[in-house]
């Protein structure tokens, strides 16, 4: 009796195996993705039959921290064209990834700015309400008007791929975007916030507490 017990459930639990097996076995050979990724470090999924034509390498550190921090952001330019064309297409795909970029940007600017009002109205309660007024419209105007530089000091093309389509081939240059070159344009704002003396400070840990909310909770797409 214990004999069959056992040789039936050792029978009921290689079927489950199989079958678990089994049911990996066909989500790998039928999912359509595969996952691009740059010095271990996952990027996106692209399409099972593209031919990765480029991979930057030595990025590895950078992208882990990136990723950890929650700021991995990346941007899939595309451009269709004939074969032979890679080149050209290739800086036309990336030309649309920094577009992607630029829209981006200006969201993250006006989710900033929105959020940023509220530490305008919790910092300006003091005595000296004009100068904290005047301060922080001039950082706010910095910071905004030098995002879109941000475009060419804090991206870069990671990976090229192209996908064949019917009597075509879509290119694709993936950009990768550090935010925290935009942390530095309010880094270089300091010299402006410390005219506040302490209640420079508080505002500067706020204000970089806002940046990092317009980066998380704006979606890259």
């Known amino acids: 009796m214990d004999n069959n017990i056992i040789l039936w459930?050792?029978?009921g639990l290689g079927l489950v195996a199989l079958l678990i097996g089994g049911i990996f076995l066909y989500h790998t050979l039928t999912y359509p993705f595969k996952p691009l990724d740059i010095d271990g470090v996952k990027i996106a999924e692209i399409p099972k039959e593209a031919v990765i034509e480029f991979k930057k390498v030595g990025k590895g550190a950078e992208l882990k921290q990136l990723q950890k921090d929650g700021f991995l952001l990346y941007f899939d330019g595309i451009a269709e064209g004939a074969p032979g064309m890679g080149s050209v297409m290739y800086n036309q795909a990336e030309q649309d990834a920094r577009e992607q970029l630029s829209r981006y940007l200006n969201s993250v600017v006006t989710d900033f700015q929105q959020r940023?009002?509220?530490?305008?109205?919790?910092s300006s309660t003091g005595t000296d309400n004009d100068k904290?007024?005047?301060v922080t419209n001039t950082v706010?105007?910095?910071v905004s008007s030098?995002?879109?530089k941000t475009i060419q000091t804090g991206a870069e093309v990671v990976a090229k791929y192209y996908v064949m389509k019917a009597g075509r081939i879509e290119y694709h240059s993936v950009l990768v975007y550090n935010p925290k070159t935009a942390f530095s344009l309010l880094q270089q704002q300091s010299y402006l916030i410390e005219q506040l003396g302490d209640q420079g400070k508080e505002f500067y840990e706020n204000l970089n507490k806002v940046l990092e909310e317009a980066f998380k909770n704006t979606p890259s797409k």
């Open 116 to 122: 940023a009002q509220g530490v305008l109205q919790s």
């Open 146 to 148: 030098n995002f879109a």
């Open 140 to 142: 706010f105007k910095n």
């Open 132 to 134: 904290v007024v005047a």
């Open 9 to 11: 459930t050792g029978v």
